[in-house]
């Protein structure tokens, strides 16, 4: 598949993830959030770019989140 998902906790804050994205053939990405009960946290809708980066702060979270990606070509999960 040509979509690929990769999350990175950055170092020193442990509420912050890079989130990448790489899909050239997507005109809209989702990209929803999760604890590690499975609970959706937040969904965001990205339009007009296959490809990009994105820092998520979640500071009021506790625990691991998940972020599965979602494109016409498919869904991946990004785990750190």
Known sequence: PSLFA???K???D???YL????DPAAEEVQV???NAAGRLLMTHKIVGKGQFAQVYN???IEG???FQVSTDNGTVTAEN
Not at 19 to 22: D, K, N, Q, R, S
């Open 32 to 34: 929803d959030v999760l």
């Open 10 to 12: 950055l170092k020193g």
């Open 58 to 60: 979640f500071n009021k």
């Open 19 to 22: 989130l990448t994205v790489a």
């Open 64 to 66: 691991e989140v998940f």
């Open 6 to 8: 990769h999350v990175q």
């Open 14 to 16: 442990n509420s912050k």
